[in-house]
């Protein structure tokens, strides 16, 4: 017997030098490799936002890779909020807005 995978969902915000850096393009390109699903975005205030979705051990590994970033990111924080898994999502887009 094969061990089941628990789904999670997590809403992130990342906060620090976060924007214009290719926070989003490199988030993007790990969620791809870890078989993530949902967004990324640049919001108000300097902060870069997410909702994740799949594998928790992958979405863990995930909001763990955000808290370092790509090279030129300077990352201050990551609050991350745990939600129901919804499974809404069919691959992992930059959202604009």
Do not use: H
């Not at 089941?4 to 620090?16: C, E, L, T």
């Not at 926070?23 to 919001?43: C, D, I, P, Y």
């Not at 763990?64 to 030129?72: L, N, V």
């Amino acid at each position: 017997m094969g061990k089941v995978m628990s789904q999670a969902r997590a809403r992130i915000v990342i906060s620090g030098k976060v924007q214009g850096v290719y926070f989003r393009a490199r988030t993007q390109e790990q969620a791809f490799a870890l078989k993530v699903m949902g967004w990324v975005k640049n919001s108000t205030g300097g902060t870069v936002e997410g909702v994740f979705e799949g594998n928790r051990e992958n979405v863990e590994k995930l909001i763990d890779w955000c808290r370092q970033g790509p090279p030129k990111a300077v990352v201050s924080g990551v609050q991350v909020e745990w939600e129901d898994y919804r499974g809404e999502f069919s691959s992992f887009v930059i959202a604009y807005r």
